[in-house]
DNA sequence: AGGATCATGTAACCGGTTACATGATTAC
DNA sequence: GTAATCATGTAACCGGTTACATGATCCT
């Protein structure tokens, strides 16, 4: 259902086509809801039969056309209506298959498990520098765009983010903590 | 899928109802992996289809019969294997949709956005307090149980735990971060 | 020669959610 | 009296994933 939202949301800073949906979907609010291209499409003609988006097609010689989607005033009212409406519980529950996992740690061979915290943690430092570069590029622009209203959706986005930055940031501290709890523990029973 | 193999690993401890399950799960493993009831009879009744598990029925008589799930050997291989093999990508992507509502922040009334963060840090303080009661029953748990075993176990639980703790508390803070730059940023430009 | 980019989609599948159905017992 | 607990399930729905289909152009 988001997913949607998310496309009409977009769709208000102007006319795309699916495919420009995907990229700029993917180098923005993916860290927030990924899509698919395969679902993108799908939700375009849904949305269009409702009559939140109306479509025109660019002709192109080489290239399969363009299907080019411009939200509808319903379109935007409906998407309005929804962010104002915040849900009840703020956060999302989340399945994890590696907590999944180590939750029955106890059933694996120690070292095994040392040695998938320590993935883990090479894993998310190099997200964690990702994030950071996307940080810088944010400070770049709150810079450089003095329009009020760009500068605007430059902190929204710079929030996000920054969320993403904390959070990785500490997954990093309990990942360390845990091969530290986990080497004492064994220490203690094997010593 | 994964709800399978936290079925068949929870019934490694010893036979249980799917209604027993349930209570198991919810007081265990519901905050690295959610489910409905409906979904873990659907469930059970695939994985002994499989054969990973076998029943046999317990009757009562002023209540419905119990059916009794036993894990079978092929069923202990098969979550054993799973186990030992973690997924590549160790964080898997959050779809969110307070966040998806945040990055649109600029379209919203700051009033209402500042608003919505308070509520946010309340509910997050919220389930942090949960949090911490439940990490203090472990913490009574890892001194009494001092067979080897079962120390073990906690340990484990402990740490899932410890990292829902961590990032709860990053959030809080992120949070609190957010209503600083959004009042700053409007400040900036109303004052 | 081979892979990325541009550009559109369809169809099957899979796992999680919600609603429906039944019904006695126990605790507040 | 009313809500929770015990105890089982089925069926429909919904949204996300994966695989399939087509095909030219541009870059290395």
Redesign the pocket.
């Known amino acids: 259902?988001?997913?949607s939202y998310a496309l009409l949301g977009l769709l208000t800073y102007g006319p795309m086509?699916?495919?420009q949906l995907k990229?700029v979907f993917d180098e923005s609010i993916s860290h927030v809801w990924?899509?698919?291209?395969?679902?993108i499409?799908?939700d375009l003609?849904a949305l269009e039969k409702k009559g939140y988006l109306s479509s025109n097609i660019e002709k192109?010689e080489?290239?399969?056309?363009?299907?080019i989607y411009t939200l509808t005033e319903a379109g935007k009212a409906v998407f309005i209506s929804w962010l104002g409406n915040f849900p009840e519980k703020m956060l999302t529950p989340n399945?994890d298959e590696f907590m999944l996992r180590i939750f029955f740690g106890s059933r694996l061979d120690h070292k095994q498990v040392l040695n998938q915290f320590k993935r883990f943690i090479v894993q998310m430092e190099q997200y964690l520098s990702l994030l950071e570069s996307i940080e810088k590029e944010f400070d770049v622009c709150s810079r450089e765009f003095s329009v009020e209203s760009e500068a605007k959706e430059v902190l929204f986005w710079q929030l996000t983010i920054k969320r993403g930055h904390m959070t990785i940031e500490t997954l990093i501290r309990w990942a360390e903590d845990c091969i530290y709890d986990i080497n004492n523990f064994y220490a203690k029973i094997e010593g």
Request: aromatic share 8%; proline share 4%; net charge positive.
């Open positions: 259902m988001s997913l086509t699916g495919y990229k990924a899509a698919s291209l395969s679902q499409y799908r003609s192109q080489d290239r399969p056309d363009k299907k399945r």
